[in-house]
T-cell receptor, first 115, second 109 residues
Framework: DTGVSQDPRHKITKRGQNVTFRCDPI?????LYWYRQTLGQGPEFLTY????????KSRLLSDRFSAERPKGSFSTLEIQRTEQGDSAMYLC?????????????FGEGSWLTVV | GQNIDQPTEMTATEGAIVQINCTYQ??????LFWYQQHAGEAPTFLSY????GLEEKGRFSSFLSRSKGYSYLLLKELQMKDSASYLC??????????FGKGTMLLVSP
């Protein structure tokens, strides 16, 4: 399978713990995105990478959130000192670096439950 | 802002046609996507419109009017498996997507 893959698919953690999610984009896709989605809402943009450069961050991304894409391939999203409000599905997506019709493909998502 | 508005819920009967509307703010517009999302799953790509007009792809078609800030997704010959949330999203800036809240479509027999 050559789609966007995310790991882990499900994570239950206690409040205050740190969690890290990994995303492997579709190969040849330069652009990588992180979104967060809660029940009954559309996905909300968190951050965007072009190759290894983090070009855009949402104001939703508090200081407890950090994302990296060190070699321009896979990416990690870390949440420190988790809070119950962080419970959501974290979606990774990728696309080509093209000026026309960059279709953005999503991974299966990583479900986070903070108890 | 980039407010995207779409109906919260719609119902339709198997075999029928349904149109899901989406309106958005036009400033900085670079294209519009429709995604389908089944419960608990990731969004899957349906269509992309950047020019005015109708794009047809099998049972699904998508329409865009840039001057009106309006799009719709048309689903024909509805099947039970089409019951899902349909997300309208506009593209802006560095190709980031801003999503609406989604329209939950329920197809009944």
């Amino acid at each position: 399978d050559t789609g966007v893959s995310q790991d882990p698919r499900h994570k239950i953690t206690k409040r205050g713990q740190n969690v890290t999610f990994r995303c492997d984009p579709i190969s040849e896709h330069n652009r990588l995105y992180w979104y967060r989605q809660t029940l009954g809402q559309g996905p909300e943009f968190l951050t965007y990478f072009q190759n290894e450069a983090q070009l855009e961050k949402s104001r939703l991304l508090s200081d407890r959130f950090s994302a990296e894409r060190p070699k321009g391939s896979f990416s990690t999203l870390e949440i420190q000192r988790t809070e119950q409000g962080d419970s959501a599905m974290y979606l990774c997506a990728s696309s080509r670096d093209s000026s026309s019709g960059n279709t953005i493909y999503f991974g299966e998502g990583s479900w986070l439950t903070v108890v | 802002g980039q407010n995207i508005d779409q109906p919260t819920e719609m119902t339709a009967t198997e075999g029928a046609i349904v149109q899901i509307n989406c309106t958005y703010q036009t400033s900085g517009f670079n294209g519009l996507f429709w995604y389908q999302q089944h419960a608990g799953e990731a969004p899957t790509f349906l269509s992309y419109n950047v020019l005015d007009g109708l794009e047809e792809k099998g049972r699904f078609s998508s329409f865009l009017s840039r001057s009106k800030g309006y799009s719709y997704l048309l689903l024909k010959e509805l099947q039970m498996k089409d019951s899902a949330s349909y997300l309208c999203a506009r593209i802006s800036g560095y190709s980031t997507l801003t999503f609406g809240k989604g329209t939950m479509l329920l197809v009944s027999p």
